[in-house]
C-alpha cells in the first residue's frame, strides 16, 4: 500500500450515546487524537474518521448504533481511508459480533483499552485488518488479572467536548462490584477500582488551571469510594476535602450514589463544605423489597428510608433524585403501586424512569422470565412518571417569590440551534465569551439570551441575560415553575459609591 492510499483528510467525528462516563471517555479519546494532529468536525459526512462510544445498559441504545453503522454501510465507496471504529460498553460486551452484524466496522475497542485507539486507528487505516482491543471477561482470570486489563484512562483533557467550558467531569473511580441481576456494568467496565486521590487532585487542578470552576465526580457507585495512599485510607468524604479549596473552582457534585454506601462522614462534608451541591443522585429501583431482592440491591426500602432520614437530619433542603425500572421480571401491580408510594413519600426531585430491558449477559437475562408484557411497561412507565411530575410541580412552586443563587451554565436549550451542522450565531458568541473573563467595564456584549443555570440543590433556572454570565454565580428572583424548570428574572440592586461588587449584566 502506498502512502497515498492511507492518507486521510484528519477529520473527526464522534458520536457518544449513554452516561456521563462515556461523556469523558469521549473528551478524552478527542484529546489524544487532536494531540496527532486530528480535526473534530460536527457533520459525519466530511469525516474520515468516525468514532461511535456505546452503550449497553439498554436494547434501545444498542439499536440506536447499529443503525447508525448500518447507514454507513457504503460510505467508504467515496472515503476508502474511513476508518469505522466502535468503543465503549457494547464493544465490550459485543466484540466480534460487531464485526458480524456491521462488516464494515474497522476497529471495536472495549472501555479499558481507549488509551489505544490513536494506534488502532492509525494499523486499521494503514492495514486495512480489523482491530479488536477488549478487557477479559469476569470469569475470565483472576480479580487482580481481570481488574489489569480495565485501565482507567484519563491522562489527557478536550475542552471542546465537555458540557460547557466550564464545566468538567472526573472519573474517580471505574467498574462495579455490585451485580444487580438486570446490569452489565460489571462486565463492560470490569471489576470496581478507585483511582489515587493524589492523581484526582491534581487532574481538578488542571482543569481549574484550563478554566473550569464546576467539576462533577464520576462513579458508578461514586460514594463507594475508597482508596489507601501513603498508609492513609482515603474515602469520597477525604476527598472532598482534598479538592474543595483547589483554586478557581467554585462547584463540586457527584454521581451516583449507592444507597447503602451514604455514610454519615459524608454527608457532613457535604453539609460542611460550601462549593459541594446539596444534591443527591441516589437510585431506589423498586419500592417493592421483593423486587429489590430479585434485583439483588442489597438493600430494602426500610433500609432507604433510613437513609433519607439520615439526608435530612444532616443536610436539610438536600434534593434527592432516583432511578426507578418498571416492569422488571417479578414485579406484580401490587409491587409497582409501592413504587408509586414511594415516589409520593421521597418527594424526590425528579425519577429517572425506564421499562425493563433484558440484557445479555445479566442474571435476570439468564434466570428470570421477561414476564410484564411491553404494553404493562409502558403503562406503569407513564403513570409513575406522572406521579413524580407532579411532586416536582407542587416542590418547585416553593420557589416561587423566593431568590436563589444560580451557578449558570450559559444559552438554554431554547437557544441551542443547529443550522446546517454549524452553530447558531448567538451560541457561537457565548461559547466564545463564556470563556473569557468577564470585563470590569460597563463594555460588554449588549444582546441577551434565554440562560439556563443551577441552584445549590440542583434545580434548573431559566432566565434571561447576557452570556457572559455563563460560569459565573448571580442571584434570579423566581416568578414560575414547571416539573422541571423553575423560571425567574436576574436580581439587580441599587450600589452606593464605592461599592466593590459589580452588578449582573443585563445587557
Known amino acids: 500500500m502506498t502512502s497515498q492510499d492511507r492518507t486521510h483528510n484528519g477529520k473527526l467525528y464522534v458520536e457518544t450515546v449513554g452516561c456521563q462516563m462515556n461523556m469523558l471517555d469521549s473528551e478524552l479519546v478527542v484529546a489524544a487524537l487532536r494531540k496527532q494532529g486530528y480535526e473534530l468536525t460536527s457533520d459525519q459526512s466530511e469525516a474520515d474518521t468516525i468514532l461511535f462510544n456505546t452503550c449497553s445498559v439498554r436494547e434501545r441504545a444498542e439499536h440506536k448504533i447499529y443503525s447508525r453503522l448500518g447507514i454507513l454501510k457504503h460510505s467508504k465507496r467515496k472515503r476508502p481511508n474511513q476508518v469505522i471504529g466502535v468503543m465503549g460498553c457494547m464493544a465490550q460486551k459485543d466484540q466480534n459480533l460487531v464485526f458480524k452484524r456491521a462488516p464494515h466496522v474497522d476497529l471495536v475497542v472495549g472501555t479499558g483499552q481507549l488509551a489505544e485507539i490513536p494506534r488502532l486507528v492509525d494499523e486499521a487505516r494503514s492495514n486495512r485488518e480489523r482491530q479488536l482491543a477488549v478487557s477479559l471477561g469476569r470469569k475470565d482470570g483472576s480479580r487482580a488479572d481481570v481488574a489489569g486489563s480495565f485501565e482507567s484512562y484519563d491522562p489527557l483533557r478536550e475542552p471542546e467536548m465537555r458540557p460547557t467550558p466550564h464545566q468538567a467531569f472526573v472519573r474517580i473511580m471505574i467498574g462495579c462490584d455490585k451485580f444487580c441481576t438486570y446490569c452489565v456494568v460489571p462486565t ?297 424548570t423553575l423560571l425567574g428574572m436576574i436580581v439587580t440592586r441599587e450600589l452606593q459609591h464605592g461599592a466593590s461588587h459589580a452588578l449582573p449584566i443585563l445587557a
Not at 401 to 429: N, Y
Open 188 to 484: 463492560t467496565r470490569g471489576p470496581e477500582q478507585s483511582r489515587p486521590p493524589s492523581l484526582i487532585v491534581r487532574e481538578v487542578e488542571i482543569l481549574a488551571e484550563q478554566g473550569v470552576k464546576e467539576v462533577c465526580l464520576l462513579g458508578q457507585t461514586v460514594n463507594s469510594y475508597k482508596h489507601t495512599e501513603n498508609g492513609r485510607l482515603h474515602r469520597l468524604s477525604d476527598l472532598l476535602v482534598m479538592i474543595h479549596d483547589t483554586p478557581g473552582i467554585e462547584r463540586i457534585k457527584f454521581v451516583t450514589n449507592y444507597p447503602r454506601d451514604m455514610s454519615v462522614d459524608l454527608l457532613e462534608a457535604i453539609r460542611d463544605l460550601p462549593k459541594c451541591f446539596h444534591y443527591l443522585h441516589t437510585p431506589l429501583q423498586s419500592g417493592c423489597d421483593d423486587v429489590l431482592k430479585l434485583m439483588k440491591r442489597g438493600y430494602t426500602v426500610e433500609q432507604y428510608r433510613e437513609m433519607m432520614g439520615r439526608i435530612n437530619e444532616i443536610v436539610p433542603g438536600c434534593s434527592v433524585s432516583s432511578d426507578f425500572i418498571v416492569g422488571h421480571p417479578g414485579e406484580t401491580e401490587e409491587s409497582f403501586l409501592r413504587s408509586v408510594e414511594s415516589v409520593k413519600e421521597f418527594r424526590f426531585k425528579n425519577s429517572f424512569i425506564f421499562k425493563y430491558s433484558p440484557r445479555p449477559g445479566t442474571k435476570a437475562f439468564e434466570r428470570l422470565a421477561d414476564d410484564v408484557p411491553e404494553a404493562e411497561k409502558r403503562r406503569r412507565n407513564n403513570l409513575l412518571l406522572a406521579v413524580q411530575n407532579e411532586i416536582s410541580e407542587e416542590d418547585n412552586a416553593t420557589f416561587i417569590g423566593r431568590e436563589v443563587e444560580v451557578f449558570v451554565d450559559g444559552p438554554s436549550k431554547k437557544e441551542l440551534r443547529v443550522e446546517g451542522g454549524e452553530l447558531s450565531g448567538a451560541l457561537r458568541d457565548a461559547r466564545r465569551d463564556s470563556r473569557d473573563t468577564l470585563p470590569s467595564t460597563p463594555n460588554v456584549q449588549s444582546s441577551t439570551l434565554q440562560l439556563t443555570g443551577r441552584t445549590r440543590c440542583d434545580r434548573i433556572v431559566v432566565f434571561d441575560g447576557n452570556p457572559r454570565l455563563a460560569g459565573t454565580a448571580t442571584n434570579v428572583a423566581i416568578y414560575d415553575a414547571s416539573p422541571t
